[in-house]
């Protein structure tokens, strides 16, 4: 069929638009858990504490981190493809089963599987739309992909609407969503393909598992990029993870709108500044290219900001506060989203840039992993918001001048790397 043609050019868009839903997913399955902390705490009764609450989140992250470089090297070694549809099929049967869980030992054991499958995704989903969006549109082509991420957030926080609704619940919501993320991926694996340009071309030049990690740490511009996406991350975790419990506790609002709120607003703000980041960073780029680093760093600075300002918001009382620094979060989060896959094309070859993605969010999630069991236990220690947030922001204002120090290498123009 034309339309499923991988040489046509417009399937390189029908790409963009067969993984959308599937991101959507992948972030909808972890954000309704934080959307439905008080119900899932009130039914599974031997959580107990925050801190083990804040050890269930850090549990997902640290074996999704684990296993990212691993997912990425499978999908810079073998197919995309396959990765991608393997990945979903396996997450969404552990989201179903995780709504017959009925311990905080076999909670634990679900969200370790979950975080297990999902690490194949991000890796490969991106990789793959950097290899169909060689230069001029790769950036929005990011951008559109991470929109399904951020709709998946926005759903994610109704959740808490189901679980309060004496007829559907929690588990419900983990169910449905199972079931859908199965059926999916049939569609999925037969009508995604992997670039037969870059396939071709990479065929003789893929690296070993030792090869691609001396390549990636050997790089200085990796290294500044690692960095740089790991920083600001952990308040990015934060503010998924945690804020629906924030908003209910200090502004005294029920479950379902402290979800609503605590997502809604800030993602639709990042799903607008995603298409124009990307659009600025394309453009950008025909002056400079250093017009991505550019365009991601302005939103790393509104992060900044956004972070005193949720962590200052409950001593005005006022919820509108706390929701307008969690738009201009999303803006900041939407530049700075749109653009990390396209500088790691401008520093690292095709053949190992799945590798190169998942060692990012191995060094990011786990970290973020940290972020989510501390706040916990801050929290229990009841240490004042300004205070933790302030500390979340001033390490998101180093990776400023990290992101600045990224010299690019590799043309944006094309398949061929200039490789140094």
Not at 10 to 20: I, R
Not at 79 to 107: C, D, F, K, M
Not at 134 to 161: C, D, N, P
Request: charged fraction near 10%; proline fraction near 5%.
């Amino acid at each position: 069929m034309k339309w499923i043609n991988p040489k046509a050019p417009s399937y390189a868009w029908f790409v963009v638009a067969l993984l959308v839903p599937v991101a959507l997913l992948n972030y909808l399955d972890r954000q309704m858990l934080a959307a439905m902390k008080f119900s899932l705490m009130t039914d599974i009764p031997d959580i107990g504490t925050e801190a083990n609450w804040g050890k269930i989140l850090a549990l997902f992250k640290w074996t999704y981190a684990f296993l990212s470089p691993i997912g990425g090297y499978l999908a810079d070694r073998f197919s995309r493809r396959h990765v991608i549809a393997g990945s979903l099929v396996v997450w969404s049967a552990v989201t179903w089963a995780t709504g017959h869980v009925t311990t905080y030992e076999q909670l634990m054991w679900t969200r370790a599987v979950m975080g297990i499958s999902e690490a194949f995704y991000i890796p490969a989903a991106l990789a793959l739309i950097a290899e169909y969006h060689l230069g001029e549109t790769r950036s929005r082509a990011v951008g559109m992909h991470q929109m399904g991420i951020y709709a998946g957030v926005i759903i994610g926080g109704f959740s808490g609407y189901a679980a309060d609704h004496p007829e559907l619940g929690w588990r419900w919501m983990f169910e449905l969503c199972g079931v859908i993320g199965v059926l999916y991926a049939i569609p999925l694996f037969l009508m995604v393909r992997n670039s037969p340009v870059i396939a071709a071309a990479a065929q003789p030049a893929k690296a070993s598992p030792g090869g691609a990690l001396r390549e990636l740490l050997g790089n200085r511009s990796f290294i500044l990029l690692v960095f740089y996406f790991t920083l600001p991350a952990m308040a990015g975790w934060i503010v998924r993870d945690w804020m629906p419990a924030i908003l209910k506790v200090e502004f005294g609002i029920g479950q379902g709108q402290a979800g609503v709120s605590a997502t809604l607003y800030w993602m639709v703000a990042a799903i607008f500044a995603a298409l124009a980041g990307g659009w600025l960073a394309d453009r950008w780029m025909r002056r400079t290219q250093r017009g991505r680093i550019y365009t991601s760093a302005i939103g790393m600075f509104l992060i900044v900001i956004a972070m005193f300002g949720v962590g200052y918001s409950p001593q005005t009382g006022l919820l509108g506060v706390a929701i307008a620094f969690l738009i201009l979060f999303g803006l900041g989060w939407g530049l700075f989203d749109a653009n990390n896959m396209p500088i790691l094309c401008q520093i690292a070859r095709p053949q190992v840039r799945a590798t190169g993605y998942g060692l990012m969010n191995m060094v990011s999630i786990s970290c973020g992993g940290m972020a989510d069991w501390g706040f916990g236990i801050l929290r229990d220690l009841e240490v004042p918001l300004l205070a933790i947030f302030g500390v979340f922001a001033s390490v998101a204002l180093i990776s400023i001048a990290l992101v600045l120090l990224i010299r690019p290498s590799i043309s944006d123009t094309g398949p061929a790397p200039v490789v140094h």
